[in-house]
């Protein structure tokens, strides 16, 4: 997180638009959802051991993302 915050103080971001590893996480894991990968491929991808916990991922929307990061 320490690498992302001085990229992010680095690319001149206020520090309401800051983000760390698990704002990234999400949104690749939702992006795959929402572009129709598999549930089982991305939970492999997540190494999620419970399916349950992927899916609640599907349920993320951009506006949920944009909360994450200002």
Not at 30 to 51: E, Q, S, W, Y
Request: aromatic content about 8%.
């Amino acid at each position: 997180n320490a690498m992302i915050r001085d990229l992010c103080k680095a690319a001149g971001l206020p520090k309401s638009q800051w983000f760390n590893f698990h704002a990234i996480r999400k949104n690749r894991i939702t992006d795959a959802l929402n572009r129709g990968k598999p549930v089982h491929k991305v939970r492999d991808f997540a190494r999620h051991h419970n399916i349950s916990v992927t899916n609640e991922y599907a349920k993320a929307t951009t506006d949920d993302l944009l909360d994450m990061v200002g």
